[in-house]
């Protein structure tokens, strides 16, 4: 019925139409229908092209070499254009002026061969923050460096020092004083000392404490790992390996550790006889089975090495925070406070008693070479971390009946209310310190102030275009492109402009730092359980806030996808696969840190290697 009625009536009319219809008709039809076409793919393409920061940014996060990581990092610079504000040197977060004109000073003192005016200028001007080159937020636009001119200062310094070092070596002079061995001593060990030294921190981290591995390993490879390194519980195992170690010996550990790690026999120690089955691992005392592994790889590599031995072999200076509840052990062990402490014991000691054995204690080496208790007379607990706070409590409560809760609670009680990491800094002149904090979960709220944030300023200048830029903006000139557009006094304010206002990173650093003191006052009335303090109580150096923002670093690695990490530390069967992965966790949170690093320790570095060159030559 309906097909006979399309036949006999539709179908007539169409063709009625059609036959008879003006060609110009169709011509306009065709027309529409071209547009129509035309927009629907424009938007269709508008709304599924890519972002190429975003594509960049998202490479970013899953690079897995340095090179890689610098490579994309690079491009995300030229898009944003980043590399224009590296080369205008004008900011208002330093003095562009001072630093200018010290450049001048040490750069003509150089060519005309004047030693004691660069020694005169190096002595009273080389601090570490000098003219504000070391303000975190000058190293928060671009992933490859700050200001050009911060980095040109800091190469003339180190071309200072060079030439210094080659200067007084020069036997050819005829001025006696610049030929004296003492002279070259006496400089380097007073521009060292008044400089200050560096601390590599390891903070616990007893999930998470491979990440400090990683730290380590992307620092060394980069020529910036301090020479004084401490850390508590995880931490401390790392930095013992590390400072017990030669380079020879160090690189292929940090290059393959997780197949060096499985030659380890996991029953060749007592380690495991407290501990049940995974779960109660991990919540109840905190450590995972790839810490447990890496505590028996760490005991069977160093040893029984004492603090002293360690400095005599690898000249690093290995600290380690314990908490005794007895004050006459010291609460930081080096090679000054504790030269015959065995290493491996006090890594115990600093994980506390109760965790991987009720029997903890220091073990020394005698003058007989034998080992043998440290104090036999004294019955002395160590704490463990999480249990442990630099801040007096508001209240104390009597609640706890059992007799183990009283004797924490006395043992608390009898230990000093300062921190280790104050008498670090009186033994070692440190007044700067990395903290590496194996807390991933935090780090949105803790590393806020060292991220990047990007901001792209239009479309990116070509290379050409860019030369011609700042080859003109010298001579106060316009600059003219190859479309014969010139670029206006406002273009130049926006390519180049400082560091902008971003109401999102306020936010965020505010609602992270008002955490952080909800915590620390629970922590102070006693409100938090033990798991609790695991996992959001660190400890960290004594410093005024004011100071803070030059006086540390603070690298968090961050975990991109959270659940399925925290999968990990459960995971038994995957211990060798989680080992390399954790490592790589770590590396990744220093790359973005080197600029800052290199700025604020390359000089410190390099007086210390002219130091101890002539301080053996003497």
């Known amino acids: 019925m309906i097909k006979s009625i399309i036949y006999t009536l539709f179908l007539p009319i169409i063709a009625f139409i059609i036959n008879n219809t003006p060609s110009f008709i169709w011509a306009i039809t065709d027309f529409i229908i071209d547009i129509c076409f035309f927009w629907v793919k424009k938007l269709y393409h508008i709304y599924n092209r890519k972002n190429p920061l ?14 890689e990581w610098k490579t994309t990092a690079s491009k995300i610079d030229i898009l944003t254009n980043m590399d224009l504000w590296r080369q205008n040197f004008i900011s208002k977060h330093y003095d562009y002026l001072l630093i200018n004109e010290r450049i001048k000073l040490l750069s003509s003192a150089r060519s005309n061969k004047d030693p004691q005016l660069i020694m005169s200028l190096l002595r009273s001007g080389l601090i570490r923050n000098f003219g504000g080159i070391a303000q975190k937020r000058l190293y928060l636009k671009s992933y490859m460096g700050t200001k050009f001119k911060i980095e040109e200062y800091i190469n003339e310094i180190l071309n200072c020092l060079d030439y210094l070092n080659e200067s007084l070596n020069d036997d050819d002079t005829n001025e006696f004083i610049m030929n004296s061995k003492q002279l070259k001593l006496d400089f380097f060990h007073d521009a060292r000392q008044s400089f200050g030294s560096t601390a590599l921190l390891l903070q616990g981290g007893s999930l998470f404490g491979l990440c400090h591995l990683g730290v380590v390993k992307a620092l060394y490879f980069k020529g910036l790992l301090p020479r ?12 013992s390996l590390v400072c017990t170690l030669n380079d020879e010996d160090l690189t292929p550990i940090l290059v393959n550790i997780g197949d060096l790690m499985k030659n380890i026999d996991i029953l060749n120690h007592e380690i495991d006889e407290r501990y049940g089955n995974v779960i109660e691992n991990v919540v109840k005392k905190g450590y995972s089975q790839d810490i447990l592994l890496f505590l028996k790889f760490v005991r069977d590599t160093i040893g029984d090495l004492t603090f002293e031995e360690a400095y ?34 006090a890594i115990y000691a600093s994980i506390g008693t109760g965790v991987l054995s009720d029997d903890v204690a220091l073990y020394v080496k005698d003058f007989n070479n034998e080992i043998v208790l440290q104090n036999k007379d004294l019955d002395v607990k160590f704490l463990k971390p999480q249990d442990v706070t630099y801040h007096q409590q508001y209240f ?11 004797a924490q609670e006395k043992a608390t009680m009898v230990l000093q209310q300062q921190s280790p990491y104050t008498r670090l800094t009186e033994l070692f002149n440190v007044n700067h310190f990395v903290i590496s904090l194996a807390r991933p979960y935090l780090a949105p709220l803790i590393s806020d102030d060292l991220k990047h944030y990007h901001s792209s300023y239009g479309k990116p200048l070509i290379y050409e275009k860019k030369k011609k830029f700042f080859n003109n903006e010298k001579n106060n000139t316009d600059i003219d492109d190859d479309n014969n557009t010139i670029l206006s006094k406002k273009d130049i304010e926006k390519y180049t402009k400082d560091t902008s206002y971003n109401l999102m990173k306020r936010l965020k650093t505010i609602i992270g730092m008002e955490i952080q003191h909800r915590l620390i006052v629970l922590n102070k009335l006693g409100l938090l359980t033990e798991f609790m303090k695991r996992f959001f109580i660190d400890e960290k150096p004594t410093a005024l806030q004011s100071l803070a ?11 991109r996808y959270l659940m399925k990490d925290f999968s990990r530390v459960f995971d038994v069967h995957r211990t060798m696969e989680n080992i390399p992965y954790w490592v790589l966790v770590g590396e990744k949170s220093v790359w973005p840190l080197f600029p ?15 130091y101890n060159l002539h301080r053996k030559r003497g």
């Not at 975003?54 to 090179?67: P, R, T």
């Not at 004084?228 to 930095?239: P, Y």
């Not at 320790?601 to 290697?609: N, Q, R, S, V």
């Open 54 to 67: 975003k594509e960049l940014i998202k490479k970013l996060k899953n690079v897995s070499s340095y090179n």
């Open 228 to 239: 004084i390194i401490g850390g508590s519980a995880v931490g401390a195992a790392v930095a």
């Open 312 to 345: 005599m072999k690898t000249e690093k200076i290995l600290n380690i925070v314990v908490h005794p509840t007895n004050q006459c052990v010291p609460s930081l062990l080096n090679y000054i406070t504790a030269p015959n402490a065995i290493i491996w014991t």
């Open 396 to 406: 104390r409560f009597n609640s706890k009946e059992n007799n183990e809760g009283d």
């Open 549 to 559: 923002s030059i006086r540390e670093i603070t690298i968090v690695p961050e975990l």
């Open 596 to 610: 800052l690093l290199w700025t604020r320790c390359a000089i410190e570095f390099a007086l210390d290697d002219l």
